[in-house]
């Protein structure tokens, strides 16, 4: 098991900025994938970004290029998020998940309570 804890949500002006952490326990995460989803009230939940833990490739959606970045603290065991530029549609409850898997493709097999991030126009 891995367990996901999330933090870093707030409110926010539009074009400014935050980062979200997450927290992962319970496992080594050497062939991990670690994302970050979002669902926004009422729409569907969305892909945002992805790591490889073990070699750093990311993989993200169009959404968050060029203003979004991901990062692992290998010491910390700890995904970051950070945020640029954001928009008043980036409001959503933002999950950190996990997978056992070198493709991004495919489901993730554990996910974190969420974490609120307001964007105010």
């Known amino acids: 098991q891995v367990q996901l804890v999330e933090s870093g949500g707030g409110l926010v002006q539009a074009g400014g900025s935050l980062r979200l952490s997450c927290v992962a326990s319970g496992r080594s995460l050497s062939r991990y994938i670690m994302g970050w989803f979002r669902q926004a009230p009422g729409k569907e939940r969305e892909f945002v970004m992805a790591?490889?833990?073990?070699?750093?490739?990311?993989y993200y959606a169009d959404s968050a290029k060029g203003r979004f970045t991901i990062s692992r603290d290998n010491a910390k065991n700890t995904v970051h998020l950070q945020m640029n530029s954001l928009k008043f549609e980036d409001t959503a409850v933002y999950y950190c998940?996990?997978?056992?898997?070198?493709?991004?493709?495919?489901?993730?097999?554990?996910w974190g309570q969420g974490t609120q991030v307001t964007v105010s126009s």
């Open positions: 790591i490889s833990w073990s070699d750093g490739n990311i």
């Open positions: 998940a996990a997978k056992y898997s070198s493709s991004f493709s495919g489901e993730y097999e554990y």
